[in-house]
C-alpha cells in the first residue's frame, strides 16, 4: 500500500512537472514571435504590421490655424475676437477640424489649453446644421414639449460643480451665437431650478452641462432624456474616473443613441439613424480612461493580416497627443508622462509645521498689490484654520473645499476673481479643471499627495500664455520621497534646485512620487 501511494505521487509530480514544462515553452514561443517593449517603442509601425498593437487610428484632418479657417457663425467669430483671443489655440487647430466632420475625438491636452472651446464651437456648429435641416433637427413644437421630457441635443459631463459652472459660462456666451440655450445641472443646488430650466429650454436646441450623479438623479426622475442627444463631451475623463463616476458614466451612455457601427449600415439607412458623437478630453492618458474609449467611442473592423475584415473591432476615434505624444497609437497604450507648466517658476521653502504659517505670512507680505494667490491644504479643516489665521491678520481670504455649500463655494469664487479676497486657501477640489483668471502664485501649504496633483496644482498659474510662480513648502519631516520628482521637475524648466534640496535627490522615492512620470514642456495658449 505504502508502495502505490509513492508510485502516485511521483507520477503526480512527474505529470506536474510536464505541464510546467510546456507551458514555459509556449511562453517563450510567444516572446519570440511578438515584439518586444524595446523594439515596440523604436519601430511602432512594424510592430502595428506584426498585430502586436492596434492598427493606426483615422488620420487627422489639417489644422485650422486662423478663426477664419472654421465654419462658425459670424457671430461667433466676432465674440472670440471681442474676447481678445487673435489665432485659435494648439489644441482648437486640431480638434475642430475633427469635430466639426462629425468624428469621435480622444484629445489629450492639459489643463490651460483652450480645450473648452475646442469642444463646445464644434458642438455648437452641428447644432445649427440640424436646426437648419427640418428633417434632422432636435427641437419640438409645443405640443410635444409640454407632454414629454425635455430633450438634451448635446451634453457635456465634468467631474465637479466649479468645472460645470465653468463651462456653462462659455456655453451661455458662445451658445447664443449659434442658438443655443445651455443648462448647468450639478449637486449641491435646488433640483427643482435645475428642471424649470430645463423645461424653459424645450422647445430649442438645448446642451446640457451636467456633473454625472447629478444628471443620473434627473433622468430618473425623468426630468431630462437624452434618446436625441447625438453629442457627448466627457471632460476632464480621468478625474471622472478617479472619482468613482464610472457606474454612472455607464448609465448615462446607455440612455444616449449608439455610436457609428462599423459599417454594418447602408449610406441611406445611416442617413435616417441618430447616432452619437463622443469626444472624451482627458489630461492623462491611463488604461481606466483607453478601456472607457474603447467602450464607448465609435469602432471600426480591424483588418487581419491577409487584408480580410474580422469580427474584432477597434476604436475608429482619431487622437490627438499635446507635447509631442503624436496620435500613434503604439505612443497612446504607453504610459505617458506628466506635463508641467514649464511657464510656472518653482520655488522651494524648507520649513516644518510649526514654521510654516510664518513663512506663509513672510511670503505674502513680499508680493505686489494686485497679485492673486491660490494655497493648497490637504484637509478641508486645516483650510478653515487658515483662511481664519490670515483674516485675523489682515488678509483678504477664503476659504473654497467639498464641505462648503455651492451658494458659499460660487462666492468665494467669485470674491477671488474680484479681488475682494485675493488670497484662496483650497484642497485639490480646485486643483482640476477650475480656469480662474490672474492667478499670479501657487502655494502648496502642504505637498500634494502625488507628483500628479503637484502639476495641477501648479498649473492653476501661468495659463493662457501668462506666467506664474509656484511656491512649494518641503517639510523633512514628510517629504523627502518626493525630492527627486521635484528636482526633476524644476530642472527640467531651467531653474535652479535649492542646495538643501538637492541633497535628498537620490533618495528613495515613493510610487506616487516616481521621478520618470515627471516632465517640463511649455504651456499652449489659448482660450
Given at each position: 500500500m505504502g508502495d502505490s501511494s509513492e508510485k502516485k505521487s511521483k507520477k503526480s509530480k512527474k505529470e506536474k512537472k510536464e505541464k510546467k514544462e510546456k507551458k514555459s515553452k509556449r511562453e517563450r514561443d510567444a516572446r519570440a514571435s511578438s515584439p518586444s517593449k524595446k523594439q515596440r517603442r523604436e519601430a511602432p509601425g512594424a510592430a502595428a504590421a506584426a498585430g502586436a498593437d492596434a492598427p493606426a487610428p483615422a488620420p487627422a484632418p489639417p489644422a485650422w490655424r486662423a478663426f477664419s479657417d472654421a465654419p462658425f457663425a459670424a457671430e461667433t467669430r466676432a465674440a472670440l475676437a471681442a474676447a481678445g483671443f487673435d489665432a485659435p489655440s494648439e489644441i482648437q487647430q486640431r480638434a475642430w477640424p475633427v469635430a466639426?466632420?462629425?468624428?469621435?475625438?480622444?484629445?489629450?491636452?492639459?489643463?490651460?489649453?483652450?480645450?473648452?472651446?475646442?469642444?463646445?464651437?464644434?458642438?455648437?456648429?452641428?447644432?445649427?446644421?440640424?436646426?437648419?435641416?427640418?428633417?434632422?433637427?432636435p427641437h419640438r413644437d409645443a405640443a410635444a414639449a409640454s407632454t414629454t421630457p425635455p430633450r438634451a441635443a448635446a451634453l457635456v459631463l465634468a467631474p465637479t460643480r466649479e468645472l460645470a459652472l465653468q463651462i456653462h459660462r462659455e456655453a451661455e456666451t458662445y451658445g447664443a451665437c449659434e442658438g443655443v440655450d445651455a443648462v448647468a445641472v450639478y449637486g449641491g443646488a435646488p433640483m427643482r431650478d435645475q428642471i424649470e430650466k430645463l423645461r424653459a429650454s424645450a422647445r430649442r436646441s438645448t446642451?446640457?452641462?451636467?456633473?454625472?450623479?447629478?444628471?443620473?438623479?434627473l433622468m430618473k426622475q425623468g426630468a431630462v432624456t437624452l434618446a436625441q442627444c447625438r453629442h457627448v463631451v466627457l471632460d476632464e475623463a480621468d478625474r471622472m474616473l478617479d472619482m468613482g463616476f464610472e457606474p454612472q458614466l455607464r448609465e448615462v451612455f446607455a440612455a444616449t443613441p449608439p455610436p457609428p457601427g462599423?459599417?454594418?449600415?447602408?449610406?441611406?439607412?445611416?442617413?435616417?439613424?441618430?447616432?452619437?458623437?463622443?469626444?472624451?478630453?482627458?489630461?492623462?492618458?491611463?488604461?481606466?480612461?483607453?478601456k472607457m474609449a474603447d467602450a464607448f467611442l465609435a469602432k471600426k473592423r480591424k483588418a487581419s493580416g491577409d487584408g480580410k475584415a474580422e469580427e474584432i473591432t477597434t476604436c475608429a476615434a482619431v487622437t490627438i497627443f499635446l507635447g509631442g505624444g503624436g496620435a500613434n497609437v503604439d505612443a497612446l497604450d504607453r504610459e505617458r508622462e506628466l506635463q508641467a507648466n514649464a511657464s510656472v517658476t518653482q520655488s522651494f521653502i524648507h520649513a516644518?509645521?510649526?514654521?510654516?504659517?510664518?513663512?506663509?505670512?513672510?511670503?505674502?507680505c513680499t508680493l505686489q498689490h494686485g497679485s492673486r494667490v491660490v494655497a493648497f491644504a490637504n484637509t478641508k479643516r486645516r483650510c478653515e484654520t487658515l483662511a481664519k489665521t490670515f483674516w485675523d491678520q489682515g488678509f483678504g481670504v477664503v476659504a473654497v473645499h467639498g464641505d462648503k455649500p455651492q451658494r458659499d463655494r460660487e462666492k468665494a469664487l467669485a470674491d477671488f476673481a474680484s479681488d475682494v479676497a485675493p488670497l484662496m486657501f483650497a484642497t485639490d477640489v480646485a486643483a482640476r479643471g477650475l480656469d480662474i483668471k490672474g492667478v499670479t502664485h501657487v502655494v502648496n501649504y502642504d505637498m500634494a499627495r502625488d507628483v500628479e496633483s503637484y502639476v495641477h496644482r501648479i498649473g492653476r498659474t501661468g495659463r493662457a500664455g501668462a506666467t506664474g510662480e509656484s511656491v512649494t513648502f518641503w517639510n523633512p519631516d514628510y517629504d523627502k520621497e518626493c525630492a527627486p520628482a521635484l528636482c526633476k521637475l524644476a530642472r527640467d524648466a531651467g531653474q535652479a534646485v535649492p542646495e538643501w534640496l538637492e541633497k535628498w535627490e537620490r533618495g528613495k522615492e515613493s510610487k506616487q512620487w516616481r521621478k520618470e512620470r515627471a516632465v517640463?514642456?511649455?504651456?499652449?495658449?489659448?482660450g
Amino acid at each position: 500500500m505504502g508502495d502505490s501511494s509513492e508510485k502516485k505521487s511521483k507520477k503526480s509530480k512527474k505529470e506536474k512537472k510536464e505541464k510546467k514544462e510546456k507551458k514555459s515553452k509556449r511562453e517563450r514561443d510567444a516572446r519570440a514571435s511578438s515584439p518586444s517593449k524595446k523594439q515596440r517603442r523604436e519601430a511602432p509601425g512594424a510592430a502595428a504590421a506584426a498585430g502586436a498593437d492596434a492598427p493606426a487610428p483615422a488620420p487627422a484632418p489639417p489644422a485650422w490655424r486662423a478663426f477664419s479657417d472654421a465654419p462658425f457663425a459670424a457671430e461667433t467669430r466676432a465674440a472670440l475676437a471681442a474676447a481678445g483671443f487673435d489665432a485659435p489655440s494648439e489644441i482648437q487647430q486640431r480638434a475642430w477640424p475633427v469635430a466639426c466632420a462629425g468624428d469621435d475625438l480622444i484629445a489629450i491636452a492639459k489643463t490651460g489649453s483652450g480645450k473648452t472651446l475646442a469642444f463646445l464651437l464644434p458642438v455648437f456648429h452641428r447644432l445649427r446644421m440640424y436646426a437648419a435641416n427640418d428633417a434632422s433637427t432636435p427641437h419640438r413644437d409645443a405640443a410635444a414639449a409640454s407632454t414629454t421630457p425635455p430633450r438634451a441635443a448635446a451634453l457635456v459631463l465634468a467631474p465637479t460643480r466649479e468645472l460645470a459652472l465653468q463651462i456653462h459660462r462659455e456655453a451661455e456666451t458662445y451658445g447664443a451665437c449659434e442658438g443655443v440655450d445651455a443648462v448647468a445641472v450639478y449637486g449641491g443646488a435646488p433640483m427643482r431650478d435645475q428642471i424649470e430650466k430645463l423645461r424653459a429650454s424645450a422647445r430649442r436646441s438645448t446642451i446640457v452641462v451636467a456633473t454625472p450623479g447629478r444628471l443620473c438623479d434627473l433622468m430618473k426622475q425623468g426630468a431630462v432624456t437624452l434618446a436625441q442627444c447625438r453629442h457627448v463631451v466627457l471632460d476632464e475623463a480621468d478625474r471622472m474616473l478617479d472619482m468613482g463616476f464610472e457606474p454612472q458614466l455607464r448609465e448615462v451612455f446607455a440612455a444616449t443613441p449608439p455610436p457609428p457601427g462599423p459599417d454594418e449600415y447602408s449610406d441611406r439607412e445611416r442617413a435616417s439613424m441618430v447616432r452619437r458623437q463622443t469626444l472624451l478630453f482627458s489630461a492623462t492618458w491611463p488604461k481606466s480612461v483607453r478601456k472607457m474609449a474603447d467602450a464607448f467611442l465609435a469602432k471600426k473592423r480591424k483588418a487581419s493580416g491577409d487584408g480580410k475584415a474580422e469580427e474584432i473591432t477597434t476604436c475608429a476615434a482619431v487622437t490627438i497627443f499635446l507635447g509631442g505624444g503624436g496620435a500613434n497609437v503604439d505612443a497612446l497604450d504607453r504610459e505617458r508622462e506628466l506635463q508641467a507648466n514649464a511657464s510656472v517658476t518653482q520655488s522651494f521653502i524648507h520649513a516644518t509645521d510649526d514654521e510654516k504659517d510664518q513663512r506663509m505670512y513672510d511670503f505674502l507680505c513680499t508680493l505686489q498689490h494686485g497679485s492673486r494667490v491660490v494655497a493648497f491644504a490637504n484637509t478641508k479643516r486645516r483650510c478653515e484654520t487658515l483662511a481664519k489665521t490670515f483674516w485675523d491678520q489682515g488678509f483678504g481670504v477664503v476659504a473654497v473645499h467639498g464641505d462648503k455649500p455651492q451658494r458659499d463655494r460660487e462666492k468665494a469664487l467669485a470674491d477671488f476673481a474680484s479681488d475682494v479676497a485675493p488670497l484662496m486657501f483650497a484642497t485639490d477640489v480646485a486643483a482640476r479643471g477650475l480656469d480662474i483668471k490672474g492667478v499670479t502664485h501657487v502655494v502648496n501649504y502642504d505637498m500634494a499627495r502625488d507628483v500628479e496633483s503637484y502639476v495641477h496644482r501648479i498649473g492653476r498659474t501661468g495659463r493662457a500664455g501668462a506666467t506664474g510662480e509656484s511656491v512649494t513648502f518641503w517639510n523633512p519631516d514628510y517629504d523627502k520621497e518626493c525630492a527627486p520628482a521635484l528636482c526633476k521637475l524644476a530642472r527640467d524648466a531651467g531653474q535652479a534646485v535649492p542646495e538643501w534640496l538637492e541633497k535628498w535627490e537620490r533618495g528613495k522615492e515613493s510610487k506616487q512620487w516616481r521621478k520618470e512620470r515627471a516632465v517640463m514642456k511649455p504651456e499652449s495658449e489659448g482660450g
